[in-house]
């Protein structure tokens, strides 16, 4: 809620404070006495377009202040957060402010945090909403109607539902596309792998077999000097003599003796006997060598091929012979998941067309929540219109199915809110009416019926009284007081019946300052607004008549219609 407005420099006010309170507030005063200048200063601290005509002749800059309750921080809040700005902690109130320049430069803060004048806008549209004659926002701009709907429809639970089905169709259709695009690039690998597969499974690679080949290839490669060596150490070990009967020998002789001796011979016996055993184990594994050489070269041949051929391989892979095993096996499990993804990406697409369904169910039950909501809205404006002498007038909320490109978390369809002030005319935009009185008293209508779904916290209406008197001026004040129990509304009025209606009022007024034309406004007492009243009654010259009159009208009960003007 608004609770305060500081303006200084803007046009004809040099520095004027008001405060605001809940319920109705009225500003009047004469035609020119300025009230344009506050809804044009109220409208720049919101963040509409600076124009340096505001900024006061000879002045270097204008400033707008505009104080909201603690409500108003937490509506700010999500919107500053996105823009990486923060509140103080237990901060209870929302200060805009919105300095002009006189060259048309203009800054904008938000509790002396500067933003950007967009953010600004942003926010104040969220804080205040201004219904006037020439207004092109608010209720008139139909990509707030399909919310406003919901709201007074009460159809939250609908919309969820169907904006969770929506964010579980398109999560599921991201991975779908996902796969299709991973499927359609691998391909070419599938083919790939198939052939590199198929070799490495030709070739058969073992774990090692490298490190063992090129191991064995040294040995053969080196073969006439180890045979040479085996030879060398065969002569040398042999030779002519018989060394292992010779031992033999040696160990038979002690064996012969050993009776006579006891134990005494029994290690000497052990050590001949053991080696007898290591010569001739020896000579074996001289022989083993022997046979292992390739005297031909068969073997080199095929070790040196079968090396080569793990090396050409382990080139092509990008990796070390002996890791060709590995490398086979990661392939094969590669392919096998590329095989497997042609049967994920069937059931996704079975997902997907399931989740479409389920979005579809969703946003037809909402539309039809959203159809009877509006015959219910209908009804309920229609009722508003006839005692603000809009009795001809209709209303219609159009619901229009959206082709599937434009469905979203929203549902499939959107709302649109349509009128015509005459039989057999065609509905159109309430915005498109010709009168700006109509389109107010209609705006006044609908915000009556929607005053708990608007969120928005304070209602300006500017002049919704042009244009008529008594009774329908009554009922228009009537219902701006019904408005003001739930929301705090603003209005500029030529209208005694509706500035009757206030709770607080407000007189804006001119008068010469040292020589210069300066706009004010003062809080009128009780008795103040009963002449004001009266003034609005009787013109120019107030009369007793008038007095009397506005008695009658600043009644409980009051302002009817059935008072004389």
């Known amino acids: 809620m608004l609770r305060q407005l500081a303006i200084k420099r803007v046009a004809l006010i ?94 904008a803060y938000i509790n002396d945090q500067p933003i950007s004048a967009g953010l600004l806008r942003q926010i104040g549209s969220r804080l205040v909403e201004v219904q006037g004659q020439f207004d092109s926002g608010g209720l008139t701009d139909p990509a707030g109607h399909r919310d406003l709907l919901d709201a007074f429809g009460g159809l939250a639970k609908q919309r969820g539902s169907a904006a969770e089905a929506y964010r579980t169709w398109q999560d599921l259709d991201k991975s779908l596309k996902a796969q299709q695009e991973a499927l359609t690039s691998s391909l070419g690998d599938a083919d790939w792998l198939r052939h590199a597969l198929s070799e490495l499974e030709d070739a058969g690679p073992e774990a090692d077999e490298a490190s063992k080949l090129a191991e064995e290839r040294r040995f053969l490669q080196a073969q006439e ?86 090396r050409d391989l382990a080139r092509k892979h990008r990796c070390e012979p002996d890791q060709l095993a590995a490398v086979q096996e990661k392939l094969a499990e590669n392919l096998e998941a590329l095989e497997r993804a042609d049967q994920a990406l069937e059931e996704t697409h079975q997902a997907v067309a399931e989740a479409r369904v389920a ?77 700006g009185g109509e389109r107010a008293r209609f705006l006044l209508a609908l915000k009556v019926v929607l005053a708990a779904a608007d969120p928005v916290g304070t209602l300006v209406f500017d002049e919704v009284d042009a244009g008529i008197g008594g009774a329908t001026a009554a009922a228009v004040g009537e219902r701006l007081a019904r408005l003001g129990d739930d929301v705090q509304v603003l209005v500029v009025t030529h209208s005694p019946q509706v500035a009757a209606r206030g709770v607080k009022h407000m007189h804006v007024r001119k008068a010469d300052v040292d020589g210069h034309t300066r706009t004010n406004v003062s809080i009128l007492a009780d008795t103040e607004r009963l002449e004001e009243i009266a003034r609005m009654l009787a013109g120019e010259i107030v009369t007793e008549e008038a007095r009397a009159a506005a008695v009658q009208l600043l009644l409980p009960g009051g302002g009817s219609g059935k008072t004389a003007a």
Do not use: C, H
């Open 359 to 435: 979005f579809e169910t969703e946003a037809a039950a909402l539309s039809s929540a959203r159809t009877e909501a509006g015959v219910r809205l209908d009804k309920a404006v229609a009722g508003e219109l006839a005692p603000l002498r809009l009795e001809k007038a209709e209303f219609r909320t159009d619901i229009e199915e959206l082709p599937p490109d434009q469905w979203g978390a929203t549902g499939a369809d959107r709302a649109r809110f349509s009128v015509r002030t005459n039989p057999g005319m065609p509905y159109g935009p309430i915005e498109r009416i010709a009168s």
């Open 225 to 310: 000097r180890i045979l040479e060596a085996i030879k060398g150490a065969q002569n040398a070990v042999a030779g002519k003599n018989d060394v292992a009967g010779a031992l033999r020998t040696g160990m038979r002789t002690l064996e012969r003796s050993a009776d006579k001796v006891g134990e005494r011979f029994q290690p000497a016996i052990l050590a001949l006997e053991r080696a007898a055993i290591e010569f001739d184990e020896a000579l074996t594994a001289l022989d083993e060598l022997a046979r292992d050489v390739d005297l031909d070269g068969s073997r080199l041949d095929f070790v040196e091929t079968r090396l080569f051929a793990l």
């Open 14 to 107: 040099d520095d004027l404070t008001l405060e605001f309170t809940g319920g109705l507030g009225v500003l009047t005063g004469e035609t020119g006495a300025g009230k344009s200048i506050l809804l044009d200063s109220l409208g720049l601290v919101l963040g509409a377009r600076a124009d340096a005509g505001l900024v006061q002749a000879g002045a270097d800059r204008a400033t707008v202040s505009a104080v909201f309750s603690e409500d108003a921080v937490a509506i700010a809040l999500p919107y500053l957060e996105d823009a990486g700005l923060e509140l103080e902690p237990g901060e209870d109130r929302l200060i805009l402010r919105r300095v002009l320049s006189a060259e048309g430069r203009s800054r």
